[in-house]
């Protein structure tokens, strides 16, 4: 845990080394997103269908990407192709994915959303959306107003640092 819980000491440097305001604040951020994970899954877990983290990464990257192959969703979910091949298994068991010939590569097999796959995650993202509003309708507007903001500088410095390293981690 980091200090917001009460857990996480400080650093080697002491509580006045160098660096030590950007940790606290990374602490402090490390909390909040550990807050939002659980919050998000919680209200995932309520939808009509339980599907792992997993699997709604999945449907969310071929929502955004329809018709990548498996190697594709493999390397966008950075596991290996056999791995993605069962969670694609799955997700086609529950009706939620279809695979379908590539119409100008024989040998390719496309992923696409079925509708029932695009329909939960719709419902997902709705139920997330209400469970962060209820969250966000406890802080005062200027709060709510400098998380928005940060966010945004955060999402910009991400996508900075991103094409300043070749693309890795935007």
Avoid: Y
């Avoid at 402090?28 to 550990?34: N, T």
């Avoid at 999945?58 to 791995?83: F, Q, S, V, Y």
């Avoid at 709510?144 to 999402?155: D, K, N, P, T, V």
């Amino acid at each position: 845990m980091t200090r917001l819980s009460g857990f996480g000491g400080d650093g080697p440097d002491g509580p006045d080394g160098p660096g030590d305001d950007l940790l606290s604040v990374a602490r402090e951020i490390a909390d909040a997103v550990d807050g939002l994970a659980t919050l998000w899954t919680v209200a995932a877990h309520g939808a009509s269908l339980r599907l792992s983290p997993h699997q709604l990464r999945a449907l969310r990257i071929l929502e955004a990407e329809p018709g990548l192959n498996l190697t594709a969703l493999a390397e966008g979910m950075e596991i290996g192709p056999p791995t993605a091949s069962r969670l694609c298994d799955r997700l086609e068991a529950a009706g939620l994915l279809e695979r379908l010939l590539h119409p100008h590569k024989r040998r390719e097999v496309q992923l696409v959303l079925t509708g029932r796959g695009r329909q939960v995650l719709s419902e997902v993202a709705e139920r997330r959306s209400r469970a962060l509003a209820v969250v966000l309708a406890g802080m005062e507007p200027a709060e709510r107003e400098a998380l928005s903001h940060g966010m945004r500088a955060f999402l910009t410095a991400r996508t900075g640092l991103g094409e300043q390293a070749g693309g890795a981690g935007a």
